[in-house]
C-alpha cells in the first residue's frame, strides 16, 4: 500500500494544535497532529446523514436558511444542497481558513465543489460567534465541529455542548427549526442537556460508509417546536 504524503498543514486558531493534509493515491486525510485522523475522502456517510436527518423538517421551507459548523470535506455541505430549494442560503463557519482553501484547491471533487455553489456563503472563525448573535435567524443548524460533545479540536466547543451553547442554538432557530449534532458515539448526559433547554430529541446511530459499512456514530435531530 503506497504511504500518505503530507501536502499542507496549519494550525489551529485560538488554542494551537495542527491539522495535517494527506493524500495517498486517490484519496485525501485529514488529521490532527498526535491525535490521528479527523475525516477521510473514503469515509462520510454519517456526515452526509447529518445534513439528511437535520434538513429533512425544513428542506420544503421557502428560502430556508441552514447554518453548517465545519466544512471538512464539503460531503455535509453538498448533501444539504441536494435537499434544498433553489432560493436556499446555507452558511458555512469553518474556524480554520486553511479548510476553505484545502476544499477549493484539493478536496473540492470528492463532494462535487458545494462550495462553487450560488446559495452557499462562507464565514471564516467560530461558529459560537454566530449562534451568539444571529437569534431567529436559522431553520436548521448541522454542526460537526469536533468529535462531538467533548471537544478535542479546541475546548472552547465544549460551550457548544453545554447548557448555555444549546440554550442559544435553541433561540438561533425559527420555530420548527432543527439542530442537528453529529458525534463519533453516544452520550446519555448530552441527550437529557437537549431536553433541558426545551428541543425534542430524537438519536440516530448512523455508519461511516454510506448502507450498513464501517464505524457506528450517532446523531442527534433537535426539534424547535415553537
Known amino acids: 500500500m503506497k504511504p500518505w504524503t503530507l501536502i499542507d498543514t496549519s494550525g489551529i486558531p485560538g488554542k494551537g494544535g495542527e491539522l495535517r493534509l494527506y493524500q495517498r493515491g486517490g484519496e485525501h486525510s485529514i488529521a490532527i497532529a498526535g491525535e490521528g485522523e ?25 428560502g430556508a436558511r441552514v447554518l453548517v459548523g465545519g466544512l471538512g470535506m464539503g460531503y455535509t455541505l453538498a448533501a444539504a444542497l441536494r435537499q434544498l430549494g433553489d432560493d436556499a442560503e446555507v452558511v458555512v ?63 472552547e466547543n465544549d460551550w457548544l455542548y453545554g447548557d448555555t451553547g444549546l440554550a442559544a442554538a435553541f433561540d ?40 450498513r459499512k464501517g464505524a457506528r456514530h450517532t446523531i442527534w435531530t433537535a426539534l424547535r417546536q415553537v
Open 38 to 62: 479527523l475525516m477521510s475522502s473514503r469515509l462520510f456517510g454519517s456526515e452526509e446523514s447529518l445534513a439528511q436527518l437535520g434538513c429533512a423538517p425544513i428542506a420544503r421551507r421557502s
Open 93 to 155: 463557519a469553518e474556524l480554520v481558513p486553511a479548510v476553505v482553501r484545502w476544499n477549493r484547491d484539493y478536496i473540492g471533487a470528492y463532494a462535487g465543489h458545494p462550495l462553487d455553489d450560488p446559495r452557499v456563503s462562507v464565514r471564516e472563525g467560530d461558529i459560537a460567534r454566530i449562534i451568539k448573535r444571529e437569534h431567529g435567524s436559522f431553520d436548521a443548524i448541522l454542526l460537526d465541529v469536533d468529535n462531538g460533545p467533548e471537544g478535542l479540536t479546541q475546548r
Open 172 to 211: 438561533t432557530l425559527r420555530p420548527g427549526g432543527v439542530l442537528a449534532v453529529w458525534s463519533a458515539g453516544p452520550d446519555h448526559s448530552f441527550t437529557e442537556r437537549l431536553r433541558t433547554v426545551g428541543f425534542e430529541v430524537e438519536v440516530h446511530t448512523v455508519r461511516a460508509h454510506a448502507g
